[in-house]
T-cell receptor, first 116, second 113 residues
Framework: AQKITQTQPGMFVQEKEAVTLDCTYDTSDPSYGLFWYKQPSSGEMIFLIYQGSYDQQNATEGRYSLNFQKARKSANLVISASQLGDSAMYFCAMRGNAGNNRKLIWGLGTSLAVNP | ETGVTQSPTHLIKTRGQQVTLRCSSQSGHNTVSWYQQALGQGPQFIFQYYREEENGRGNFPPRFSGLQFPNYSSELNVNALELDDSALYLC????????????FGDGTRLSIL
């Protein structure tokens, strides 16, 4: 069965510093996709970044980058130059390629607080 | 480009009632997924529709049902509401494919009294 684990319930970071949010996963699918989403207190779920299991390079999107270590089954999100508006819940999610694994499964999330 | 819209934004029901939540997918997206998110938890997959057919379902009882229409909009129906059904219900649309990100609406917050 597929599983996503986020071991950091809460994280603090100083404004303008970088922060890494951890995510490990488990799947038997050879082909899968990993996603990170941001959920502010207002509730909307915002897509941040995607990494495919066969991608050779780590994904980057602006201040977001994904540290993908396939052998370790980890897909950590790195946010550089943190801003106050980055304070939110962050979810790691995964989707496989076969049968019921096509559904997107989610971790429990990490609450990030950016301090001024 | 019009994003995903959900209605209503808030809803209050009592136990045993039935509810219908609606979702308009982002323009061009043919896949719609529904999630239930309890307070302080990650989203839980309810089901997914692709071209009007259900093509994936999570661990939810049959009283959770859905539809997708030819314009790819969707409904989530919940019968015989229970107190534990109180949650944020999120709809997401995407193109088909493992690498396609899902784009979410703002959700419907359902409270059961």
């Amino acid at each position: 069965a597929q599983k996503i684990t986020q071991t950091q319930p809460g994280m603090f970071v100083q404004e303008k510093e970088a922060v890494t949010l951890d995510c490990t996963y488990d799947t038997s699918d050879p082909s899968y996709g990993l996603f990170w989403y941001k959920q502010p207190s207002s509730g909307e779920m915002i897509f941040l970044i995607y990494q495919g299991s066969y991608d050779q390079q780590n994904a980057t999107e602006g201040r977001y980058s994904l540290n993908f270590q396939k052998a370790r089954k980890s897909a950590n999100l790195v946010i550089s130059a943190s801003q106050l508006g980055d304070s939110a819940m962050y979810f790691c999610a995964m989707r496989g390629n076969a049968g019921n694994n096509r559904k997107l499964i989610w971790g429990l999330g990490t609450s990030l607080a950016v301090n001024p | 480009e019009t994003g995903v819209t959900q209605s209503p934004t808030h809803l209050i029901k009592t136990r045993g009632q039935q509810v219908t939540l609606r979702c308009s997918s982002q323009s061009g997206h043919n896949t719609v997924s529904w999630y239930q998110q309890a307070l302080g938890q990650g989203p839980q997959f309810i089901f997914q529709y692709y071209r009007e057919e259900e093509n994936g379902r999570g661990n939810f009882p049959p009283r959770f049902s859905g539809l997708q229409f030819p314009n790819y909009s969707s409904e989530l129906n919940v019968n015989a509401l229970e107190l534990d059904d109180s949650a944020l219900y999120l709809c997401a649309s995407s193109l088909a494919g493992t690498n396609q990100p899902q784009h979410f609406g703002d959700g419907t917050r359902l409270s059961i009294l």
